[in-house]
């Protein structure tokens, strides 16, 4: 969507007026996703977390460091490591 005129001429107020309130509600969805987001990403690090301290008897710290250093090591985001181990978890359940 374009507000405004060609050129170097400005906005004028009346499309100002009307962009702001949209521009407000688009940051605020947009800023909603990606709490959403990085909520989810919290969830899957701490149940990733609760079985590797589960099956590796260590500690919550320790078992973050793990995560975070596979995350650096593979150059993956630390998200992507926590579906693995949950994955492979949820496997060895079934089998």
């Not at 050129?7 to 949209?22: H, K, T």
């Not at 710290?61 to 593979?74: H, V, W």
Request: proline share 2%; aromatic share 4%; glycine share 8%.
């Amino acid at each position: 969507m374009t507000i405004g005129r060609a050129g170097d001429q400005g906005f004028d107020s009346r499309a100002v007026q009307f962009a702001l309130p949209v521009a407000r509600i688009v940051g605020a969805v947009i800023e909603r996703d990606s709490l959403q987001e990085e909520l989810r990403c919290r969830k899957l690090m701490e149940r990733a977390k609760g079985i590797l301290q589960q099956n590796g008897g260590i500690s919550e710290e320790d078992a973050y460091l793990q995560l975070r250093k596979q995350s650096r090591q593979l150059r993956r985001p630390v998200a992507d490591i926590a579906r693995e181990i949950i994955g492979e978890a949820v496997l060895r359940k079934t089998a």
